[in-house]
């Protein structure tokens, strides 16, 4: 069982918004306010899209955000667009030295 | 321009050993620590291992423990990650990361290499 789970697959029309979980099954006690965000690309490294759960590096589009409550983050799209489709993967320490990305969840933009 | 290039990759028999290497530029190496990923074919993203700034603090995921051994450089600004035993499956595309803060174990990665190929067959 991964450490950090996440839905398979999301998909939303351009515009709409769509979320994508990460369970966090098990982690430090404070090893989830270190989530951390990527989007990938077919062929291309993992790009940083939020670290410390819902802060964006320089350029990274304001339409991405993201929450956390207990132990389950989330990244929520808003206003989707075609250049957002790829692979997302969620990011954390989970103690005893030790780090786990999710499963990842591929969107796609119909 | 801050950037990292993997090396090393190639095709190696299951039992054999490789050597990867990951090369920084643009920025201040010895203040970041370095990660390895890999990603298997068709999969997702599985973290490898980490050293801190120093190479004082190393971390190793479950599969590899005891058979990859990674440390640093800092003179000449490179990380490298020794694979002994290799596996199918640790056949993937290995990505080294640079951590965003300074002097942090590694609570996000904003740099990537593009990635070194590893093939385990026989």
């Known amino acids: 069982q991964s450490a950090l789970t996440q839905p398979s697959s999301a998909s939303g029309s351009p515009g709409q918004s769509i979320t994508i979980s990460c369970s966090l099954t098990a982690t430090a006690a404070d090893g989830s306010k270190f989530i951390s965000w990527y989007q990938q690309r077919p062929g291309k490294a993992p790009k940083l899209l939020l670290f410390?759960?819902?802060r964006r590096p320089s350029g990274v589009p304001g339409r991405f955000s993201g929450s956390q409550s207990g132990d389950a983050a989330s990244l929520t799209i808003s206003g989707l667009q075609p250049e957002d489709e790829g692979e997302y993967y969620c990011?954390?320490?989970?103690?005893?030295?030790?780090?786990?990305f999710g499963s990842g969840t591929q969107v796609t933009v119909l | 321009e801050e950037q990292l290039v993997e090396s090393g990759g190639g095709l190696v028999q299951p039992g054999r050993s490789l050597r990867l290497s990951c090369v920084a530029s643009g920025f201040d190496f010895e203040d970041y620590a370095i990660h390895w990923v890999r990603q298997g074919p068709g999969k997702g993203l599985e973290w490898v291992s980490g050293?801190?700034?120093?190479?004082?603090?190393?971390a190793y995921a479950d599969p590899v423990k005891g058979r990859f051994t990674v440390f640093r450089d800092n003179a000449k600004k490179s990380v490298h990650l020794d694979m002994n035993g290799l596996r199918h499956e640790d056949a993937a595309v290995y990505f080294c990361?640079?951590?965003?803060?300074?002097?942090?174990?590694?609570?996000?990665?904003?740099?990537w290499g593009r990635g070194t190929t590893v093939t385990v067959s026989s």
């Open positions: 990011f954390s320490f989970i103690g005893g030295n030790n780090w786990a």
């Open positions: 410390e759960v819902d």
């Open positions: 050293i801190n700034w120093h190479g004082a603090n190393i």
């Open positions: 990361a640079k951590v965003r803060t300074k002097f942090s174990a590694g609570e996000s990665f904003d740099l």
